[in-house]
RNA sequence: UCCGGGGUAGCUCAAUGGUAGAGCAGGUCGCUGUUAACGACAAGGUUACAGGUUCGAGUCCUGUCCCCGGAG
């Protein structure tokens, strides 16, 4: 039975299937740090999502044994995403000079209307970047050439995802600018066996957010994705503007998001798959998910602990002792353990969705991740 | 026992006689299409002890205690 928009699906890919919703895991450099190949499979892992703007240079280099850079870097056969630069448009641009992150966490606002930063010039052919002293210049047609050179199974195009400070005149004219590029990217998609998913724009704005989706969603793409950022507890409502206006037959992907709230309002709304870096970046940072909610391991309450990590035989305490001894081994346990963790839980989600549980399942996991 | 060096935050060390600081450790918090195995903040002191000189002493002088090295 169906729960709100909420949906089960498959996708496929030339690489394997994924069972949706699913949470995709960041391996931005064709790895997930700290991770081995072998291990990235052990955690339940099913589609991963590596990045065009890292990997630009490596993407030249030629195949062995007809297999890419991303493929020969991640060392093991599974479906893979590739981002199209388009968040460094941001990363790089107003997250910096701002300050900000994507989802805004206080109500605030910006007179900065864009669209020059000090490594980061955005212009209607494409974005000229300066990072580290090297310049680069990535538009729509070159980022889907490098895209189908990395061979992911999905590739998104080219956009600008804009700063939740952007005021609304800069955020219409960066959407319809996106929209061109847009186009450009279907003009350029010549592999076939890649999918190409369009991205829906408007920041904060639902109006936009909704002629966007409306826009994107009419084109050509083989499923979309919903980027950009995000006013203050308006993930909810900014996505029933977008998916609403979204094909029910392409899938939706949600990018760069998010928190285990984020997860249960993404599904909610008909969302498919959605990627963040919280599970693997926070594992890094010592910050372990559990059922009764996140704990920070390094703390000295934890140095005895005795429970175990999942799918592993070492101890929360055992973890404690390595991140206080700065040992390298502290990131990749605690990555594996998150990981597994995000999985089973979008796992368990399937199951509910699956038998109708949904809503029960949601109520009682939630009044045991966010006690007090 | 003598000679020399030293004793400052939990640890390692700074501080021309002029408001005692840093790094690390420990604490709290943060992290949303990875410039992040990172970052922010707060706390932490009878400067071994007792006197003295000085407007003012971690700093100079005297004594005591302790540590290190060398000699015996």
Known sequence: SRTGRARLGILKTPNGIVLTPAYVIVATHAEVRTLKPRDIKATGTQLVIANTYHLWEKSKIKKQNSKSYLEQKLGVQMPTMTDSGGFQVFSLG???????????KRNQTSKIKGQNYSDVRIIEKGVHFKIDGKKRFISPE??????????ADIIFAFDECTSPLHPYPYTLASMERTHRWASRCLKVHTNKNQMLYGIVQGGRFKRLRAQSAKTIGTMAFDGFGIGGSFGKDEMRSTLAAVVAHLPE????????????????????????????????????????YTDTGPLDVRKIKFAADRRRLLGSRSTLGALHRLFRSHDEGAGRLATLHNVRWFNLLLERIRAALADGSYRTFKRKFLISFLRP
């Open 142 to 151: 070159t980022s889907v050439a490098t895209q189908q050179r990395l061979g």
């Open 94 to 104: 107003a997250a910096r000079e701002q300050g900000v992150g994507k989802v805004l």
């Open 249 to 288: 037959d392409k899938p939706r992907h949600l990018l760069g998001i998010g928190t285990v709230a984020d997860i249960f309002d993404a599904i909610e709304a008909g969302v498919d798959t959605f990627d963040c870096v919280i599970p693997t970046r926070e594992a890094r940072h010592g910050r372990l």
